[in-house]
Nanobody, 124 residues
Framework: QVRVMESGGDSVQPGASLRLSCVVRGYPYSRMSLAWFRQIPGSEREGVASIDSAEEITYADSVKGRFTISRDNAKKTLYLQMDSLKPEDTAMYYC??????????????????WGQGTQVTVSS
């Protein structure tokens, strides 16, 4: 079965950086489209960034210029480099995957496989 696991969340101060990682197992990784989502209690899951098998990338407006999504097919790992973190970035961050070659979407319903989440907290 497909397994997804995020890591790298932490509690940091505004302006700090974090790098989240996500390992995906159980399916040819290079054939998957991948994304990062985040969620705070009481809100729907919000798309942050996506990257398909051809490395076409989509970002939410709120993170453009600050976050960078990338993938390493050899390591079967998805990354989210987060710079200039703001308190409003505080959320549980989830890695998502789907067995599609060219999905460019920040809609959570499009992704079938999810990790358990890693908490990012930005506060002074």
């Amino acid at each position: 079965q497909v397994r997804v696991m995020e890591s790298g969340g932490d509690s940091v101060q505004p302006g700090a950086s974090l790098r989240l990682s996500c390992v995906v197992r159980g399916y040819p990784y290079s054939r998957m489209s991948l994304a990062w989502f985040r969620q705070i209690p009481g809100s729907e899951r919000e798309g942050v960034a996506s990257i398909d098998s051809a490395e076409e990338i989509t970002y939410a407006d709120s993170v453009k210029g600050r976050f960078t999504i990338s993938r390493d097919n050899a390591k079967k790992t998805l990354y989210l480099q987060m710079d200039s973190l703001k308190p409003e970035d505080t959320a549980m961050y989830y890695c998502a995957a789907v067995a599609r070659l060219s999905l460019q979407s920040l809609e959570s319903s499009q992704y079938l496989y999810w990790g358990q989440g890693t908490q990012v907290t930005v506060s002074s």
